[in-house]
């Protein structure tokens, strides 16, 4: 069964550019969620997605961020116009139904802003 | 601000001795705790869980112990391996999905 995948794996972009990030979560999880991790610190919450819905985006850091989910199946998540402090790394992670229900992580992409 | 936290930013132990990884929490709601094992250029691995119905869940060489009074879990893993070392992270959930995560312990094995 193939996991959590992501696309690309790196992205260097320059200041006020915009970049989408992909996220194909494993097949029949309705959930889906992304992360960021900043600078080696902890990993933080970014939204969650339950199918097409969005169920949770208390972690967005502002409305340069936008994520979707058509159809209930792959992710996006773009960030328009990219800041410095945006460079970090974004994990997308999905589970099956229940809240206890493992979440597994992709491989990340690694964005940097310069 | 954080809702768990690892104290220990790294651990160097011996090929074949016992880690120890600590974690603490400070949200009661928290009722599913998880350990993920992350190696470099790659995405947290799932490693072991553990309901705050229990106070502890055996996994090959991993155990995690809970202790909801302290608000405090641990990871053992024995005996430790070289294939071992990587970044661990703590993580804590509760019935609003999302995971809130600890900065990670880096565990070097030595040979």
């Known amino acids: 069964e193939a996991g959590v995948t992501q696309f690309p794996s790196h992205s260097v972009i320059e200041k006020g550019q915009t970049v989408t990030l992909r996220c194909d979560p494993i097949s029949g999880h309705d959930n889906l969620y992304w992360y960021r991790r900043v600078m080696g610190k902890e990993i933080k919450f970014l939204l969650h997605?339950?199918?097409?819905?969005?169920?949770?985006e208390s972690g967005m850091p502002n409305n340069r961020f936008l994520a979707e989910r058509t159809g209930g199946t792959y992710s996006t998540l773009k960030v328009q116009p990219a800041e410095l402090e945006d460079s970090g790394v974004y994990f997308c992670?999905?589970?099956?139904?229940?809240?206890?229900?493992?979440?597994?992580f992709g491989p990340g992409t690694r964005l940097t802003v310069l | 601000d954080q809702q768990v936290k690892q104290n220990s930013p790294s651990l160097s132990v011996q090929e074949g001795r016992i880690s120890i990884l600590n974690c603490d929490y400070t949200?009661?709601?928290?009722?599913?705790f998880l350990w993920y094992k992350k190696y470099p250029a790659e995405g947290p691995t799932f490693l072991i869980s553990?309901?705050?119905?229990?106070d502890k869940n055996e996994d090959g060489r991993f155990t995690v112990f809970l202790n909801k009074s302290a608000k405090h879990l641990s990871l053992h893993i024995v005996p430790s391996q070289p294939g071992d070392s990587a970044v661990y992270f703590c993580a804590a959930g509760s019935n609003d999905y999302k995971l809130s995560f600890g900065a990670g312990t880096t565990v070097t094995v030595r040979a």
């Open positions: 997605f339950v199918k097409e819905s969005k169920q949770d």
């Open positions: 949200n009661s709601m928290f009722d599913y």
């Open positions: 553990i309901s705050s119905i229990k």
């Open positions: 992670a999905s589970s099956f139904q229940r809240h206890t229900d493992t979440q597994y």
